[in-house]
T-cell receptor, first 112, second 111 residues
Framework: GESVGLHLPTLSVQEGDNSIINCAYSNSASDYFIWYKQESGKGPQFIIDIRSNMDKRQGQRVTVLLNKTVKHLSLQIAATQPGDSAVYFC???????????FGKGTRLHILP | DVKVTQSSRYLVKRTGEKVFLECVQDMDHENMFWYRQDPGLGLRLIYF???????EKGDIPEGYSVSREKKERFSLILESASTNQTSMYLC??????????FGPGTRLTVT
């Protein structure tokens, strides 16, 4: 498959275990954050978002945690499956406009 | 579900050709975006549009132009394609201040 990024940080997780993907953001004024999943050869797919007035939000098998004190965002995936194998990007909205800034991404590799 | 479609998944063009990449979204989103994605460089914003007939330069607009004549359609134009424009091109749309929804991408190769 097509690589979306060379030299990306890689997280290897056993199938069935929980995955935690971390992201540090840069702008303390950012008030909206998003996680995307990008499978090989496809466009990024919106997974879950969170606003800065929250510190946790849950979706189906995914949880996003926001720590504004240390400007840290994490994505937790429960019971990781082979279909979770992808590159995961965090994104932030720092300027209250409609542009968002994407992180470089983390590759999640599922071990059988 | 939001649907963003792009006119081609794969495209091969020659240096100097004019290239049109089309993007259509069906969710009545105000905002539309064009990015390119290259290994090691991540997603880079080329142009975006907040409304019909409006456009704003992103981080790397050189060598590109855009057109938005209808709300649902946003076109990226390479006036004279060059080999350094070989890349994956991604279109996205969003409501005002919201998550962006991406199309499947167009893999453009310029020879």
């Amino acid at each position: 498959g097509e690589s979306v990024g060379l030299h990306l940080p890689t997280l290897s997780v056993q199938e069935g275990d929980n995955s935690i993907i971390n992201c540090a953001y840069s702008n303390s004024a950012s008030d909206y954050f998003i996680w995307y999943k990008q499978e090989s050869g496809k466009g990024p797919q919106f997974i879950i978002d969170i606003r800065s007035n929250m510190d946790k939000r849950q979706g189906q098998r995914v949880t996003v945690l926001l720590n504004k004190t240390v400007k840290h965002l994490s994505l937790q995936i429960a019971a990781t499956q082979p279909g979770d194998s992808a590159v995961y990007f965090c994104a932030e909205n720092p300027n209250r406009d409609d542009k968002i800034i994407f992180g470089k991404g983390t590759r999640l590799h599922i071990l059988p | 579900d939001v649907k963003v479609t792009q006119s081609s998944r794969y495209l091969v063009k020659r240096t100097g050709e004019k290239v049109f990449l089309e993007c259509v979204q069906d969710m009545d989103h105000e905002n539309m975006f064009w990015y390119r994605q290259d290994p090691g460089l991540g997603l880079r914003l080329i142009y975006f549009s907040y409304d019909v007939k409006m456009k704003e330069k992103g981080d790397i607009p050189e060598g590109y132009s855009v057109s938005r004549e209808k709300k649902e359609r946003f076109s990226l134009i390479l006036e004279s394609a060059s080999t350094n424009q070989t890349s994956m091109y991604l279109c996205a749309s969003s409501k005002q201040v919201g998550g962006q929804y991406f199309g499947p991408g167009t893999r453009l190769t310029v020879t």
